[in-house]
């Protein structure tokens, strides 16, 4: 057995959250798109079995932004071209923000837990068995990403879970935000060795 | 325990193949360099301790765009603005061909296995934990990954060991390249749950 678990993904979203992340220094700011991690992202997310991506970002045109890319991949001649990338798309959410997300997710289920992720060692994490085990639970769980330096403390203060970083070799903790993202929904979801 | 395996990781040479690969029809074709994969690559690369990454294209446009983008990170202005990105692209070299891979990593090693990777299912594949056992054993270790749509079947032949594709939901199996890489090293080199 070796497909991603349907009944695990059918509980989680993603969101990849560009309002409030941090900069380099430390401040809380809003980050920019980046097409290639809408792209990444839904195609990860497809691979996987999750049904919801949301983008969150406040900003109206980087919002039409999304929705432009998505639309030319799902309707537009990209649909036609490659089939794939309408399928990936086809799950991409733009919000506001991360209360309209949760409300979006609230219209099925009563509870949403926040998982968290991060590059930051810190003592409250829980390894992934343990979270696997956590998504076995009631209600739906939607799994943030950040942009930027990471999500803003305001939103990890809002966590029902945080999720240990990914361990380099001697520390090194600067992966992509797709490649962290691929590889997280992999320990989630993959299959169990 | 949770570092990527260091013993494992050092006996394996990652490479990203731009030649030869197929194109969407099929044919036999020599792809561009994305940028972008340049760095994703050697991102997750210096993330699982693997010390060399392989860049291999015989356009020698390509090779020098390849070559200065690593030297603005690791000499240049980017070196002082970004340390991590710095030592994450001191692992790329740039070679000719998959020959001149080899003959690189022969100076350090008898023997070099060419372990190949793929989006298509086939009966000859291995499974992950299989393939971390074939890991344990002597020589080096290359891990090959095809750009545009995948390694050549002229590559696929001279495979000592094909790993078994990413299952996707539904089998669909479009992930990014360096998505997919990212989590391939993962179940190859990251901690076993």
Redesign the interface.
């Known amino acids: 057995m070796?497909?991603?678990d349907?009944n695990l993904?059918a509980k989680l979203a993603v969101a990849l959250v560009h309002h409030p992340v941090l900069n380099r220094r430390g401040e809380e700011v809003t980050s920019s798109v980046t097409t290639?991690d809408v792209?990444?992202f839904a195609?990860?997310c497809?691979?996987?079995?999750v049904k919801d991506l949301f983008i969150i970002t406040p900003i109206k045109t980087q919002q039409r932004l999304v929705e432009r890319l998505s639309r030319h991949w799902t309707e537009g001649y990209g649909a036609e071209f490659n089939p794939?990338?309408k399928?990936?798309l086809t799950c991409v959410k733009v919000v506001d923000s991360l209360d309209d997300m949760i409300d979006n997710l609230k219209l099925a289920a009563s509870a949403v837990t926040l998982v968290t992720t991060g590059a930051k060692r810190s003592e409250a994490v829980v390894?992934?068995?343990e979270a696997r085990r956590v998504l076995e639970g009631d209600g739906r769980f939607a799994l943030l990403f950040g942009t930027g330096h990471g999500l803003a403390p305001q939103v990890m203060n809002r966590a029902g879970l945080r999720l240990?970083p990914?361990?380099?070799?001697?520390r090194?903790?600067?992966?992509?935000v797709?490649?962290?993202?691929?590889?997280i929904l992999?320990?989630l979801l993959?299959?169990?060795?």
């Open positions: 070796s497909a991603p349907a993904a290639i792209h990444d195609r990860t497809r691979t996987y079995g794939s990338r399928e990936a390894g992934y068995s240990a990914i361990e380099g070799a001697d090194f903790n600067h992966l992509p797709r490649c962290a993202a691929a590889i992999d320990r993959g299959p169990k060795n």
